[in-house]
């Protein structure tokens, strides 16, 4: 095992980790070390991690189906494991605080056998994980298998509970598609937001692998099924449903505004603009492109 370690350290540029009990998780272009062999040499795009027991404890990860969130969350866990077990680890530097137990929900499966549904399965491991956890956490998506609004005030909740340092106060990768949830680094401590950057041209966008600070609020699952195959004619249909939807939403946070009188007069509220065409046009001017006419 340990002759093991030594070859592949050598061969794939692996870097000796610091080992301690710090509380800290700080990786310098760390790598995924099954991923990254399977892509021609020197494709795969590193990224940098760092995590303790304060204010970074709690990151939430948003951005695009396919851009790579899986990807970063499960390297920083197999980094902290491979450092762990003696070996060299495939990062430029490592400083990786001892955990004692590394807790993942990831994936979709189901026990049918046994009567149990696949948002069942993720219920009770999360639940098993919330019981358990006080050193790493890995979440990939939670509430994906029931309504939209179970499924985003389960992960709010799952959330708030786990940067709880009384409860919990684990450090946590949490990758999600609800981008409500990129408000709780303004409400609770410990939480930071991070996203995938991705380059958009034209209707095409082009995933660019970085973790960048800050959150999103686009994930492009329409592009993804036309990437995935689906028929032309269902993903014209399903943009046009999605801009219909948008706008109603736009309408019913007005209404909502005007209700509440909230609205400041003479102010506009940009964010509720956000998904509207003309914002969205506006989001791909690089300014540094403009001549001065």
């Known amino acids: 095992v340990l002759c093991s370690f030594a070859t592949v350290a050598e061969d794939l540029n692996y870097c000796k980790p610091i080992v301690d009990n710090s509380g800290v998780i700080e990786i310098k272009d760390g790598r995924h070390p099954v991923i990254e062999k ?3 040499s020197g494709s795969f795009v590193s990224n940098d991690t760092y995590m303790d027991k304060e204010d970074n404890r709690l990151s939430i990860i948003t951005g695009p ?3 790579g969130k899986s990807t970063y969350m499960r390297q920083v866990a197999l980094i902290t494991l491979m450092a762990q077990i003696g070996s060299f680890v495939p990062a ?3 400083h990786i605080g ?3 137990k590394i807790f993942t929900r990831v994936g979709a499966s189901d026990d049918l056998s046994m009567g149990q549904s696949t948002f069942m399965v993720e219920m009770m491991e999360v639940a098993n994980i919330l019981k358990e956890a006080n050193s790493l956490i890995v979440l990939d998506e939670i ?7 179970d499924g985003l005030s389960i992960a709010w909740a799952v959330a708030e509970y786990i940067a709880n340092k009384q409860k919990c106060g684990a450090k946590t990768l949490f990758a999600t598609h609800y981008h409500e949830l990129t408000q709780l680094e303004n409400t609770l401590e410990g ?6 950057a991705v380059k958009e041209k034209g209707e095409d966008i082009i995933f660019l692998r970085k973790i960048v600070s800050g959150g999103t609020d686009e994930s492009y699952g329409v592009h993804v099924a036309r990437l995935a195959g689906v028929p032309k004619q269902v993903t014209s249909r399903a943009n046009e449903i999605l801009k219909t939807l948008e706008r109603k939403n736009i309408l019913s946070n007005k209404s909502i505004e005007k209700e509440n009188k909230k609205q400041v007069a003479g ?6 603009f956000k998904l509207a065409e003309i914002a969205h046009e506006l989001d791909k001017v690089n300014v540094n492109e403009l001549t001065p006419i």
């Open 143 to 149: 509430g994906r298998g029931t309504s939209t609004y």
């Open 98 to 100: 001892v955990v004692d």
């Open 267 to 272: 102010q506009l509220d940009l964010y509720n």
């Open 191 to 196: 939480v930071k937001n991070y996203s995938i």
């Open 65 to 67: 189906n396919m851009a």
């Open 38 to 40: 399977m892509l021609p």
């Open 92 to 94: 430029q530097e490592a």
